[in-house]
């Protein structure tokens, strides 16, 4: 799981990458969604990937899927080519899109198993305990569910089959927190019997609870990519502390983000790398009181998301549950 | 389209109790305007062009008094014109010419473009959740219905209005002109009607615009056996009988409008008073719980196609049967409304007695069968187009299932529906000709032959449509244009005296005219081998490109 900037200049996928997407273009008459785009999940891991909306996580995706034929670039899934073989693909696959339809006249459970049958079969026991656990009404038909109830459908069929690779775009956008736990702890479950997910989401709380690996792509191409923990590395932590005298000399220093002096109270953002200079320098006029509070997910997609970190006015204490 | 919604602005003042439930109608009708701009100023158009271009034809075409007392005469001797067209009441003039042969078209155009209306502002933005954003603004409980009306109505009295000016413009009677012209409007406002009922009944707005043709197909039934046959009251139970009743350039029965006028009134009543009795984006029928695991059979692309499709075409397929044992029921008997004085027993005896009479009414039936049979054809087609757009197509593709076999399920449909639906039509309409004639032996292979040599050119509507899916799936919906271009040119294109080489442009031109004519097997490989070839490229297309 480290951090594999090498790969992304590598076409195809290697014996052990379920995805490997490099150079990907495509665009849509003037508009151009992706430009370059590079993508490497490896078997067996939950990756998130990460975009503000319109950034062409579904494209990618789409593409993925042999919906889409890609204008340049390179894509591999499962060690095929998925637009010439997506059919043969597709049986070793599960998808659930982030708008999920339902045909009028059928009923939750007749989508459910036509979906499994037409994949090549599918766990009754599996399916019967995912639909207890989502609490899912299977007799209800079409329009007459939910957003998150659709959602829900399109889970469990996906999540009942025994599929190898399975990608979730924003699966859980329309769940409620019950059901979000219900499906973590179904990805979870997932992972345990060395499936992959692909999970694209914009609940940054489920993304740090599941994912192994995250890429961040913006604008159509791939802004970061690396473990949680690699990435903590590239973003602040944010510090209030209360000094023993005034804080002279702190707003110098390079590494030290919007400071706000009340009294002798700071309040500021440091560069990760940069915490032990900030420290030594408060400790020098010396500390009455402090808190720390260490870089979240939301910070490093805000600063992804936007050019500038926007005001400190961000509460870092909050959960970071919702994107902006 | 949605970003119209946007463009709504925010009503400032209070609105009074009394006119909460109407609140925001004005605003909503300008929306339905704004979005409606172009194409429904273009139908009008469109419409009022056809029937004064009729107008002026019948000048250059029937110039002297002596040709047109020949015209009369053929128009009565022949009931197959009739059945089309509905009665003639007046051909000396030019007026009296169009209000007969465009009268019927006319209302259709009419008709189901303001029934269309009313569901896209109704029912349809119920169906894309629209609406909920529109009710979370100030905008009463009645509103929409009331936009969606007032807007279907304005284009049926613009469209009268228009044609009135255009047909008087070629020199018709003003009197005349204008009482056509009202009879047109009010049977716009009556389908008016009958789509804010349909957009009441139905769960979806496919649905609710399937009810309302519907209704136009069995009432332009009515109107057709009750003007070729003697039970002449059936005509005076059809609106679209009402348009010809009116006499325009006859006598201009002007109290005939008013069956239309109360027929449209006790409509809109009824929709506004079943309208409170259901919610936002549902219907008056309750849904019924489905059933929990699916059928054993339900695990291919063809299965899912089957329950997609079963419904229309099971529906088209009754239809038809009723339409074919009507029609062959009335044909042999056509010929008694004929008349029997000495110069219509002369023109009879021209067109080859009582026999040649039928053969041609059959021919005009079988006609007249395969244009609206490759309706379905269409429909069937944009299915495939619907499913794409509301992404169901990608949970299938997405399976094991490839894009040739999920498309080879709805191309079933397509074409062994279309066969299907002409075939049972075929032969009920060879049993019913048959019984009435009392020869069923001798005249049902006669019959159901020549109705089905009209196949490969409903085949033909249904590659373009397919070729257009394939090719340029965003003009899918294009279809219904080609396939209407198609019939106005091989119904009008002949009295128009369009050059030969646009007739030739529809398939339909290109039938042999059985059972009246010789067979001649050629157009009938030629029109099969375009289909196939439009077909194929369809599909070819399809397999490039993008999805979705």
């Known amino acids: 799981m480290t951090y594999n900037a090498a790969s992304t200049t590598t076409s195809g996928t290697t014996a052990h990458e379920a995805i490997g997407v490099a150079g990907l273009r495509k665009t849509f008459g003037r508009t151009i969604a992706l430009d370059g785009l590079d993508l490497h999940v490896e078997t067996g891991e939950v990756h998130g990937f990460l975009g503000p909306n319109g950034s062409g996580k579904s494209t990618t995706i789409r593409v993925l899927l042999g919906l889409l034929r890609a204008d340049g670039g390179d894509v591999r899934l499962l060690d095929g080519d998925p637009w010439r073989q997506a059919a043969t693909l597709h049986r070793r696959l599960a998808y659930v899109p982030g708008d999920v339809n339902l045909w009028p006249n059928l009923s939750g459970g007749e989508v459910i198993d036509l979906l499994g049958r037409l994949r090549g079969g599918m766990d009754k026991r599996r399916r019967a305990e995912l639909i207890e656990r989502f609490e899912l009404d299977p007799t209800k038909k079409g329009r007459t569910y939910s957003k998150g109830n659709r959602q829900k459908v399109a889970l469990v069929a996906a999540l009942a089959s025994d599929a190898e690779l399975l990608i979730l775009d924003e699966p859980t956008s329309g769940l409620d927190p019950l059901m979000e736990a219900a499906f973590q702890e179904t990805i979870r479950e997932v992972r345990g019997e060395g499936r992959t997910v692909l999970l694209s989401s914009h609940i940054l709380a489920e993304v740090e609870a599941l994912c192994d690996r995250v890429s961040i792509i913006r604008a159509g191409r791939t802004v970061e990519t690396g473990t949680l923990d690699d990435l903590r590395h590239l973003t602040r932590t944010s510090i209030s502390a209360e000094l023993a005298g005034p804080p002279n000399g702190l707003a110098t220093l390079p590494h030290i983000h919007d400071l706000r002096v009340d009294g002798n109270t700071v309040h500021f953002d440091v560069d990760t790398d940069a915490l032990d200079e900030a420290l030594r320098r408060l400790t020098a006029i010396g500390v009455r009181s402090l808190t720390s509070t260490p870089p979240t997910l939301e910070e490093l997609f805000l600063r992804h998301y936007t050019d500038e970190l926007p005001d400190a006015e961000a509460d870092r204490t909050e959960n970071a549950r919702t994107a902006p | ?548």
């Not at chain 2, 197909?217 to 059936?234: H, I």
């Not at chain 2, 495939?384 to 498309?407: D, F, I, N, Q």
Request: proline fraction near 4%; charge should be neutral; hydrophobic fraction near 55%.
């Open chain 2, 1 to 548: 389209m949605t970003a119209d919604v946007t463009h709504v602005p925010a009503t400032h003042e209070r609105p009074s109790a009394t006119a909460g439930a109407l609140a925001g109608t004005g605003q909503l009708i300008r929306l339905a305007l704004r979005r409606d701009r172009i194409v429904l100023p273009v139908w009008a158009l469109v419409i009022a062009f056809l029937a004064a271009s009729g107008a002026s034809a019948y000048e250059a075409l029937y110039p002297d008094p002596a040709e047109r007392a020949g015209l009369t005469a053929s128009v009565a001797a022949n009931p197959s014109f009739a059945i089309m067209f509905g009665p003639a009441y007046d051909l000396q003039t030019a007026g009296g010419f169009t209000a007969w042969r465009f009268g019927t078209i006319a209302a259709l155009l009419t008709s189901l473009i303001a029934a269309f209306t009313v569901t896209r502002h109704t029912r349809q933005e119920e169906d894309t959740g629209r609406q909920e954003l529109l009710s979370a603004a100030v905008v009463g409980r009645y509103a929409p219905l009331t936009a969606g009306v007032a807007t279907a109505g304005l284009f049926s009295v613009v469209t009268g209005v228009l044609l009135t000016a255009m047909i008087a413009g070629v020199g018709a009677d003003v009197t005349g002109s204008v009482a056509f012209g009202a009879a047109v409007a009010l049977c716009g406002l009556v389908f008016t009607g009958v789509a804010a009922v349909t957009a009441q009944l139905a769960e979806y707005s496919r649905t609710a615009n399937t009810l309302a043709g519907s209704t136009f197909g069995v009432l332009f039934l009515l109107r057709a056996a009750g003007d070729t046959s003697e039970a002449e009251w059936l005509s005076w139970l059809s609106p679209v009988g009402w348009v010809h009743r009116v006499r325009a350039f006859a006598e201009n029965e002007w109290w005939v409008l008013a069956l239309p006028a109360a027929t449209t009134l006790v409509l809109c009543a009824v929709a506004y008073a079943l309208l409170p009795k259901r919610d936002v984006g549902m219907s008056l029928i309750p849904g019924r719980p489905g059933r929990a695991t699916a059928t054993p059979g339900l695990r291919t692309s063809l299965a899912l196609s089957w329950r997609l499709h079963r419904g229309a075409l099971i529906g088209w397929i009754v239809g038809f049967a009723v339409m074919g044992m009507l029609f062959g029921t009335l044909a042999s008997g056509v010929s008694d409304i004929v008349g029997d004085s000495a110069e219509m027993k002369q023109m009879l005896q021209q067109m080859g007695g009582a026999r040649g009479i039928e053969d041609a009414f059959l021919s005009s039936i079988t006609g007249m069968i395969a244009m609206i049979g490759s309706m379905y054809a269409v429909q069937a087609t944009l299915r495939m187009r619907y499913e794409e757009t509301a992404l169901r197509v990608e949970p299938l593709l997405t399976t094991g299932v490839g894009r040739l076999r999920w498309l080879g399920g709805h191309l079933l449909f397509v074409l062994a529906g279309t066969a299907a639906v002409l075939t049972v039509c075929a032969a009920l309409l060879g049993v019913g000709y048959g019984l009435s004639s009392g020869d069923v032996g001798g005249e049902w292979p006669r019959v159901f032959g020549a109705t089905l040599a009209q196949l490969p050119a409903m085949w033909v509507v249904a590659g373009a449509a397919v070729l257009l899916f394939g090719l340029v799936p965003r003009a899918t919906v294009a279809a219904w244009a080609l396939a209407a271009a198609f019939v106005l040119i091989s119904m009008f294109g002949p009295i128009l005296d369009l050059p030969q080489a646009v007739l030739n442009v529809s398939p339909f031109t290109h039938v042999p005219q059985l059972p009246h004519a010789e067979f001649t097997a050629t157009p009938l490989l030629w029109l099969t081998a375009t289909a196939a070839a439009l077909v194929a490229v369809g599909v070819t297309s399809l397999r490039r490109r993008d999805i979705g």
